[in-house]
């Protein structure tokens, strides 16, 4: 269903700027934006993905991840097409990457989704598979709806939406699960298409905005791996984030146009793992590696197994009134 959007400005010649995502597309009369799901017509942004569905699931709220929101529950979850990134190694490509003659979808309304939400029995509906902040109209107005009928909504995004987008949402969002690819601009550029400033200032605005806020970094091997890049963003989450953030360090496959790169060894993520709890993150993940230990909750004073995990499984989750249930210290998490 085509929609038209919000957060545009008028330029002369018919001219558009979007700004719903950091790009800040300059779109001329009935061309695209480089997320290929916006475009200018007669001078206005429109939406060609509005209602379209290409992903739908019930997943545990684990496969986001998110680890401290809601945990061992449902999370009814949506995707559409389209990204504003071009990642070589993303693991959704199909859609993300793909043209509308090229897709498979279904038109699935604000209100359907939400009462399909509520019949899944999940406590949340999530915004995934492919790159939110573009479905924005969508995302909006169905965010809004969930509110009003009691669940949580989640965005689990590459972290490239603007301020003025992740304002207008800020009311009706509960969750930003975000990836923070790299600590390099170059990357990002080569890599993604994309920058990394842009990620880290939404970022921050949505953890001040009051959202429970995730990370996620995906160690490419010779990539993104080196001690000294891990070390950086562990600062960076640790002083604009707060000690209590989860940190989600997740293992690489080989996907897409990385396929001739080798998945990440186990002890480059101990090694993520490590230098986060050195520099005095309390909680801190391994993703991608099942049955690790380091998928686990533990209290990060007395070190009681809180929550224990097996892939997106969920065993008893130990917190009482937000506290570990032996010595009492304080655990951030919305259960």
């Given at each position: 269903?085509?929609?038209e959007?919000?957060?545009?400005?008028?330029?002369?010649d018919?001219?558009?700027?979007?700004n719903?995502?950091s790009?800040r597309?300059?779109?001329?009369?009935g061309k695209?934006?480089l997320?290929?799901?916006?475009?200018?017509k007669d001078g206005k942004?429109y939406t060609l993905?509005?209602n379209t569905?290409?992903s739908e699931?019930?997943d545990p709220?684990?496969?986001?991840?998110l680890y401290?929101?809601l945990?061992?529950?449902?999370?009814?979850s949506?995707g559409?097409i389209?990204c504003n990134?071009?990642?070589q190694?993303?693991?959704?490509?199909n859609?993300?990457?793909?043209?509308?003659?090229?897709?498979?979808?279904?038109e699935i309304?604000?209100?359907?989704?939400?009462?399909?939400?509520?019949?899944?029995?999940?406590k949340?509906i999530?915004w995934?598979?492919?790159e939110?902040a573009?479905w924005h109209?969508?995302?909006?107005?169905s965010a809004?709806?969930?509110k009003r009928?009691?669940l949580?909504t989640?965005?689990?995004?590459?972290g490239?939406?603007?301020?003025?987008?992740?304002?207008?949402i800020a009311?009706?969002l509960?969750?930003?699960?975000?990836?923070?690819k790299?600590?390099?601009e170059d990357?990002?550029r080569k890599?993604c298409g994309a920058?990394?400033?842009?990620?880290?200032?939404?970022?921050?605005l949505?953890?001040e905005?009051?959202?429970?806020?995730?990370t996620?970094?995906?160690?490419?091997?010779a990539?993104s791996?080196?001690?000294?890049e891990?070390?950086?963003?562990?600062?960076?989450?640790?002083?604009?984030?707060?000690?209590?953030?989860p940190m989600?360090f997740?293992?690489?496959?080989?996907?897409y146009?990385?396929?001739?790169?080798?998945?990440?060894p186990?002890d480059?993520?101990?090694?993520a793992?490590?230098?986060a709890k050195?520099?005095?993150?309390?909680?801190?993940y391994?993703g991608?590696?099942?049955?690790h230990?380091?998928?686990?909750t533990?209290?990060?004073?007395c070190?009681?197994?809180?929550i224990?995990?097996l892939?997106?499984?969920v065993g008893?989750?130990?917190i009482?009134?937000?506290k570990c249930?032996e010595?009492?210290e304080g655990?951030?998490?919305?259960?």
């Amino acid at each position: 269903m085509i929609k038209e959007g919000v957060l545009f400005d008028k330029l002369a010649d018919k001219k558009v700027k979007c700004n719903v995502c950091s790009h800040r597309c300059t779109i001329a009369e009935g061309k695209l934006g480089l997320c290929r799901t916006r475009q200018n017509k007669d001078g206005k942004v429109y939406t060609l993905i509005y209602n379209t569905v290409s992903s739908e699931a019930v997943d545990p709220i684990e496969k986001k991840p998110l680890y401290h929101f809601l945990p061992g529950t449902l999370s009814y979850s949506l995707g559409s097409i389209g990204c504003n990134f071009r990642c070589q190694h993303c693991q959704n490509w199909n859609i993300s990457q793909t043209t509308f003659e090229e897709s498979h979808t279904i038109e699935i309304t604000p209100e359907t989704a939400i009462k399909r939400a509520l019949e899944s029995g999940s406590k949340s509906i999530s915004w995934t598979y492919n790159e939110p902040a573009i479905w924005h109209e969508y995302t909006y107005d169905s965010a809004v709806l969930a509110k009003r009928a009691g669940l949580k909504t989640i965005y689990v995004t590459n972290g490239y939406i603007t301020p003025e987008a992740l304002l207008r949402i800020a009311p009706y969002l509960d969750a930003f699960r975000v990836d923070i690819k790299s600590f390099s601009e170059d990357f990002y550029r080569k890599t993604c298409g994309a920058r990394l400033a842009p990620v880290l200032e939404s970022t921050k605005l949505a953890k001040e905005l009051g959202m429970h806020v995730e990370t996620v970094t995906l160690i490419i091997p010779a990539k993104s791996d080196s001690p000294e890049e891990i070390t950086q963003i562990v600062r960076w989450v640790h002083d604009n984030l707060g000690i209590d953030t989860p940190m989600h360090f997740t293992r690489f496959h080989p996907m897409y146009k990385m396929d001739d790169l080798y998945p990440t060894p186990l002890d480059t993520l101990e090694m993520a793992y490590d230098i986060a709890k050195k520099e005095g993150m309390r909680f801190v993940y391994l993703g991608n590696v099942g049955g690790h230990k380091y998928e686990n909750t533990y209290c990060p004073k007395c070190n009681t197994l809180l929550i224990d995990r097996l892939g997106f499984r969920v065993g008893a989750v130990k917190i009482k009134d937000g506290k570990c249930p032996e010595c009492g210290e304080g655990i951030a998490i919305v259960v």
